[in-house]
């Protein structure tokens, strides 16, 4: 089994709709990161915890909430998308060297 | 300027041939180095950290050059399942809270 999990794999959604996409990981990391990724920029991050309490905004953290349920799980929030959130959305954990991510979420807002 | 640069390539290299990337960062305060790689659609996954003196893992070298800002990737004896985007990535602290990552770097090994 896969250590992180990201739900859905693909998704196709209309402008103005709330889209929660979630991840979880059982590598008992306390760090959990939401990234997107888009042509030409790189991946960008999003929001990161680094404990169930302690959540921070990345650098393009507008339009986007998260939640951090539990250990486990990092969900991320779309409250009324807009297509220019079309874009591949990678979760990812760390321990205190590296960064594992999960299979991506694509997004696509119509 | 970008915090980190990229050549995207791509690089046709012919299997069996060696190929090298260059990155360069833009942050003199960046502590630790990193290259990962990424199929297409795919996550990316890590290859290897860079320290300050080099470091090899069978057929990958990585090399740093913190005077010039720049580290480096090189492919020996390239495989065709070397084909894939490497992305450089780069961390103002010593850990890993908050990566920046480059565009990447596209890289097809042709038979």
């Known amino acids: 089994d896969a250590d992180v999990t990201q739900t859905p794999r693909n998704r196709i959604t209309k402008t103005g709709k709330r889209i929660m996409l979630e991840c979880s990981q059982t590598k008992g990391h306390d760090r959990m990161y939401w990234y997107r990724q888009d042509p030409g920029l790189g991946l960008r991050l999003i929001y990161y915890?680094?404990?169930?309490?302690?959540?921070n905004k990345g650098e393009i953290s507008d339009g986007y909430s998260v939640s951090r349920q539990a250990q486990a799980k990092f969900s991320l929030s779309l409250e009324s998308a807009i297509p220019n959130q079309t874009a591949l959305y990678f979760c990812a954990t760390s321990d205190s060297h590296w960064q594992y991510f999960g299979p991506g979420t694509r997004l696509t807002v119509t | 300027r970008k915090e980190v640069e990229q050549d995207p390539g791509p690089f046709n290299v012919p299997e069996g041939a060696t190929v090298a990337f260059n990155c360069t960062y833009s942050n003199s305060a960046s502590q630790s180095f990193f290259w990962y790689r990424q199929d297409c659609r795919k996550e990316p996954k890590l290859l290897m950290s860079v320290y300050s003196s080099g470091n090899e893992d069978g057929r990958f070298t990585a090399q740093l050059n913190r005077a010039s800002q720049y580290i480096s990737l090189l492919i020996r004896d390239s495989k065709l399942s070397d084909s894939a985007t490497y992305l450089c990535?780069?961390?103002?602290?010593?850990?890993?809270?908050?990566?920046?990552f480059g565009t990447g770097t596209r890289l097809t090994i042709i038979p």
């Open positions: 990535v780069v961390n103002k602290r010593s850990g890993n809270e908050k990566l920046t």
């Open positions: 915890s680094f404990d169930v309490k302690d959540i």
